[in-house]
């Protein structure tokens, strides 16, 4: 048994070596973070005086990030405000978008129609549009909308389905057979009654790994909010941010540093509760659920 | 009049004709198996008495409704599927009572369907688990359950015990004898499976490319098969067919042997001309007086309570089943008499039995 575990030299230098990588990348990764962290606690001068990554003199000062929540003067802007704003869009955006998205892939799974590939390919040759290319055509559709100038575009623009999404949801109706929905049938379920008791529950790991996926692009997102809606009132939390950041603003550094925190600690708490369907979303498809 | 009735019933998938004017009738609570190998057209034939797929010719009627253009919700009839498809973010209990829930039967009455039929399977302790805690014959009972609370007038089972081990597969096909002999509900059971067709049909519908076979009672279906497909297909290990010619006085004589054949193995006179012999395994005994043939023996498959000699005989592979204290080896040499009367004769072009 003790043979079995002693440690060679190559042995030992190899495992020292695996190590060492791991430090040097944490270290990578988390620099910028315990930066940003530490900055965002420093006073004013304190801030001025001393070098990114020394921490603080007192651990426990709040007052920048007091003033990030109750700015001394406020540009129709409060952080408060845009979580709101973010939320709601984030929400609407995310229930529509899994509705469209996992009754679109239904339709595509479970019905043999004609056209059923062009529907799919029609998504798939989105992709290939560059981004760029959309924007003035798109906001001449949300004008006649009424909807540019405010956060109900960018649920609108947010909520159509991608052809990620709609592939997860279709790899994981492949998984389901179709023997659920047939049993239904004889039971005397419609096909609404089938999609929404019983497929809908059961693509809840499909539904798990679209939020997260859309939630990541859709929290972090500068460019819509930026084009379709800059109205301070409708900002979302990267567009405070730019706000903050904007020379014509008068926050200091370390005060939109502790913006940041605070923008980035919903993303950090939501990874952890969530990391177990992040890997289950990247390996699901692959094996049955 | 027959519970179950079909009449020319036939369905094609654009070129492929998958079923062939079917016709069959089955008494109420008699156990009928439709039985083929795959693709024969059986699963689509249950398909269609469901309601599931549509588009047929002919009329399908089930307790003397005519249901041929009906929903399968209307038919009355329920099913267990191969996969069993419960619904796996359900419990037991919401599993029986979905499709009461469905159809909006009020909830006192559907606990105490649910309650009932729990008690009849034996599920009372498992109706607050989730499929994924229950074993394959739990899973079975729970979408046997389904369909009882239903009180439908069909009972269709679709291949349910070919994801099963051997062991279990033997308890659920047990379980389900005991079932239908208790609540004599009307079934179809569709297999591949020759041995859970004998073991639990009161009727067993043969089928063949979308055609049926013969529709028989087990053991007239392997004492009397039709043709040769039928006795090939029924049985293990499978009826000999010893290739010969058939003389008018009924003398058969290849692969060894040179018989008299009785007249009782003929439907009609003997018609002289090329034909197979059809001898099954059991119908041999191992002895000198009198023997038919001499089986050189290439191997022996002790199965417990018999042996399976396998050797080869004038050229042809034959298979006996002996009695399990006989000793015999590879090599031997041991002489066969067959049981004559049990004999089954067909054309050799055609197939059919004589």
């Known amino acids: 048994m003790s043979r079995r575990h002693r440690m060679t030299p190559l042995k030992a230098l190899s495992l020292a070596f695996q190590y060492l990588t791991l430090v040097v990348i944490s270290i990578i990764v988390l620099l ?20 990114r990554i020394v921490p603080p003199q007192n651990w426990f000062n709040m007052s920048n990030y007091l003033e990030a929540i109750y700015p001394e003067q406020a540009n129709g802007i409060t952080i408060g405000g845009a979580f709101l704003n973010t939320g709601i869009i984030l929400v609407c955006s995310l229930v529509l978008l899994i509705l469209f998205g996992s009754m679109a892939a239904f339709t595509i799974n479970r019905f043999k129609f004609r056209g059923r590939l062009l529907i799919l390919g029609a998504y798939a040759a989105l992709v290939a549009v560059p981004g760029i290319l959309t924007p003035v055509s798109t906001f001449q559709v949300l004008k006649l909308l009424s909807l ?63 939020v997260i996926l859309r939630t990541v692009g859709i929290y972090n997102d500068f460019v819509l909010p930026y084009i ?21 603003s008068g926050t200091t550094q370390a005060v939109l540093l502790a913006a940041i925190v605070l923008v980035i600690l919903p993303t950090v708490i939501g990874f952890f509760f969530l990391q177990r369907f992040i890997y289950a979303g990247i390996t699901s498809g692959s094996v049955k659920g | ?77 329920a099913m267990v599927f191969q996969s069993y498809a419960l619904y796996p973010h359900l419990t037991v209990a919401k599993n029986i009572s979905f499709g009461m829930e469905i159809n909006r039967v009020a909830r006192a009455d559907r606990d105490r369907r649910v309650l009932e039929a729990a008690r009849a399977l034996q599920l009372e302790d498992l109706l607050h688990r989730y499929p994924s805690q229950l074993s394959g014959g739990q899973r079975q009972r729970v979408a046997i359950g389904r369909c009882l609370v239903r009180e439908p007038d069909l009972f269709l089972f679709d291949e349910p015990l070919s994801n099963l081990d051997a062991k279990l597969r033997h ?25 859970e067709a004998m073991t639990l049909a009161s009727k067993v519908v043969l089928l063949k490319d979308g055609e049926i076979v013969q529709i028989a009672s087990p053991t007239e279906l392997y004492a ?9 297909f029924i049985g293990s290990p499978q009826i000999n067919l010893v290739k010969g010619d ?69 050229g042809q592979e034959i298979v006996v089943r002996v009695d399990r204290t006989t000793v015999v080896g590879p090599g031997d040499e041991v002489p066969i008499r067959w049981d004559l009367n049990a004999a089954l004769v067909f054309d050799a072009s055609s197939g059919a039995r004589l």
Not at chain 1, 32 to 51: C, F, G, H, M, Q
Not at chain 1, 228 to 248: F, I, K
Not at chain 2, 171 to 195: M, N, P, S
Not at chain 2, 225 to 231: E, H, K, L, S, T
């Open chain 1, 228 to 248: 379709y809606v800059p109205q301070p009132q409708e900002a979302t939390v990267s567009m405070m941010l730019w706000n903050m950041a904007g020379y014509q």
């Open chain 2, 224 to 232: 009397h098969p039709v043709n040769r497909f039928a006795a090939t």
């Open chain 1, 32 to 51: 910028p973070l315990w930066s940003l962290i530490v900055s965002s606690l420093k006073a004013p001068r304190e801030y001025l005086d001393t070098n």
């Open chain 2, 246 to 314: 058939l003389s008018a006085e009924g003398w058969f004589n290849g692969g060894g042997l040179h018989v008299e054949l009785p007249r009782s193995v003929f439907a009609d006179v003997p018609k002289p001309g090329r034909v197979e012999l059809g001898l099954r395994s059991e119908d041999a005994d191992i002895t000198n007086s009198n023997k038919h043939m001499t089986l050189k023996v290439d191997y022996v498959e002790p199965t417990g309570s018999d042996l399976f000699v396998n050797g080869i005989a004038a």
């Open chain 1, 148 to 210: 540019t100038n405010s956060k109900w575009a960018l649920v609108v623009l947010y909520s159509g389905a991608d052809i990620v999404s709609l592939l997860i949801f279709i790899q994981f109706l492949r998984g389901i057979s179709t023997e659920i929905d047939d049993s239904a049938r004889i039971e005397g379920a419609n096909y609404f009654q089938i999609f929404f008791r019983l497929i809908l529950p059961m693509l809840t790991p499909a539904i798990a790994t679209v």
């Open chain 2, 171 to 195: 308890d659920t096909r047990v379980e389900l004898k005991h079932l239908h002999q208790r609540l004599k509900a009307t079934t179809v059971y569709v297999t591949h499976d020759q041995h």
């Open chain 2, 1 to 77: 009049m027959s519970f179950l009735k079909l009449d020319n019933v036939s369905k094609s998938f654009g070129a492929v004709k998958a079923l062939k004017n079917v016709s069959f009738e089955a008494e109420a609570g008699s156990f009928v198996v439709l039985l083929g190998p795959s693709g024969c057209g059986k699963s689509t034939l249950l398909r269609l008495i469901t309601g599931l797929t549509e588009d047929h010719e002919g009329e399908i009627w089930i307790n003397d409704r005519r249901v041929t253009d009906l929903d399968p919700k209307d038919r009355r009839v």
